[in-house]
């Protein structure tokens, strides 16, 4: 597994989770606030550029980063968050090991499957794949993300380097992923957040979340849209973070 680290070693542990499409530097800003503290681990998800696997489920993504935090972490982490795919990813890790972490920060997680649009994803992605490669369609999916502009050349450079297969297999995960029942068995304290202007699976998504694990907590965000929490607004994302782990 690649990883990209921020902060001393040996330090209380942060590992936060990129968004399906996106990489580690949807964090940077977050990661350099946090590093002042923390160590803070970014893997690269599977099938994303720059890892070194295909992606093949959720399920075996995050089995590979338990693995990772059992060889190189100690076993468990001071905190554990995930954006999107990447919450799926932190969520389906504390269903396998529920005390991976000491605290989960969730963004915007859908766990309530869209068979639908699962269904209809490869045909289209298949479509449209080659239009990835150009700037202005990339400008214009990149503007509809909300992304900071300044993330604008990594967005493009890496995006355009996912392959056809890896991009079809982990965005139909993330339509398909259901949360595990074994969830609520985990001793981590879990927080979840989701913006006022996702849609509303997404919101609905954070209530089960929060219903389904007893040691949890909610906040539904005014104004904020898919993944804007952490990547355009890191600082409020960072002293969040801070709070939680009692480090501010």
């Known amino acids: 597994m690649k990883t990209v680290i921020f902060g001393k070693k040996n330090s209380d542990t942060g590992m936060l989770l ?4 996106l990489s580690w530097w949807g964090y940077r800003r977050a990661a350099e606030i946090l590093a002042e503290r923390y160590q803070v681990v970014l893997p690269i998800l599977d099938g994303h550029t720059g890892s070194d ?16 935090i059992d ?5 468990r982490v001071k905190l554990l968050g995930g954006l999107s795919l990447g919450g799926q990813v932190a ?13 989960a920060v969730i963004e915007s997680a859908l766990v309530i499957p869209s068979q639908v649009t699962a269904a209809l994803l490869p045909s289209s992605l298949k479509m ?3 239009l990835i490669k150009k700037e202005w369609f990339a400008r214009k999916q990149f503007a509809s993300l909300r992304i900071p ?5 990594d967005y493009f450079r890496d995006t ?17 992923y259901q949360l595990k029942s074994s969830v609520k068995d985990t001793s981590a304290r879990v927080y979840v957040f ?5 849609i509303g699976s997404v919101k609905r998504s954070a209530e089960l979340i929060h219903s389904s694990v007893k040691d949890s907590a909610i906040k539904i965000l005014d104004g904020l849209y898919h993944g804007e929490f952490s990547m355009r607004y890191a600082e409020r994302y960072a002293d969040k973070i801070m709070d939680i782990c009692g480090g501010k």
Do not use: P, W
Not at 56 to 64: H, M, V
Not at 71 to 75: C, S
């Open 18 to 21: 990129h968004g399906g499409g």
């Open 128 to 130: 449209s794949y080659g």
């Open 160 to 176: 355009k380097e996912i392959s056809l297969e890896n991009m079809t297999a982990f965005l139909v995960a993330n339509q398909k």
């Open 91 to 103: 969520l389906e890790m504390l269903a396998q090991r529920g005390d991976i972490c000491e605290n």
């Open 149 to 153: 502009d300044e993330l604008f050349e």
């Open 194 to 198: 989701a913006g006022g202007k996702e």
């Open 71 to 75: 060889n190189e972490l100690g076993g």
């Open 53 to 68: 696997r295909n992606f093949t489920s959720i399920e075996d993504n995050a089995a590979e980063i338990i693995r990772f």
